[in-house]
C-alpha cells in the first residue's frame, strides 16, 4: 500500500519520505523510530506506529463536539501574507460553515495552530470575555492572533510555515 494512505502522512511528508526512497508502508516499516522523530518530531513517533498497525484511538461512533476548526498544508512552505491571509480565509469559511451546520450559535475561544517547516508546532489559544458570534469576528481575531507568526513575535527566526489551522471552541 502507498505510504500516502496513512493518517498524518500529506504531500510534504510524502515528499520528505521519497526522497529517502520510502514509498509504500512496508518501506516505511524498515525505517528506524529515530530516524522518523529526527525528521518529523513527535508525529515521526506516530509515523512509525501507524506503519506497524498500531492505533490505539478508540473508535466512537456519535461524541459531543467540542470544537470545530480546519487545517491545511501549503504546497510549499511560505511566509508570504497573501498566500497565508487567503487560506486563512478559507479556513475561517470553512469553519464557520461547520460551525453554523452543526447548530451552534456562539464561540468563546480561538486556536491558532501553525507548523514550520521543520515541523515544529505552535498553537495560540485565546478565550474571550464576551462570546462571537459572527464569521467577522472569528476572521478579525483569528488574524490577529496570526500575525505574530509572520513576524519575530512569535517567529523569531522567521521560519516558513508549512501548515496553518483555526479551531474554536466553547460553543453554545
Known sequence: MPVRILP???????EV??????KTIQ????LPKGQLKKLFGKPGEELYKKARGIDITP?????????????????KDTLGPKIIFEEFQRLVDKTFYK????????FKTIVITVRFFDFETKSFEK??????????????????????????????K???IRLIGVR?????
Open 8 to 14: 498524518g502522512v500529506g504531500p510534504k511528508t510524502e
Open 17 to 22: 519520505l521519497a526522497k529517502l526512497k520510502v
Open 27 to 30: 518501506d516505511l516499516k524498515k
Open 59 to 75: 473508535i466512537v461512533e456519535k461524541r459531543e463536539i467540542k470544537s470545530i476548526g480546519a487545517q491545511t498544508t501549503f504546497l
Open 99 to 106: 460551525f453554523k451546520e452543526e447548530g451552534f450559535t456562539t
Open 127 to 156: 478565550t474571550f470575555e464576551k462570546p462571537f458570534s459572527s464569521k467577522k469576528a472569528l476572521l478579525t481575531q483569528g488574524i490577529n492572533m496570526l500575525l505574530p507568526f509572520l513576524d519575530k513575535r512569535k517567529n523569531p
Open 158 to 160: 522567521k521560519k516558513l
Open 168 to 172: 474554536i471552541k466553547n460553543l453554545k
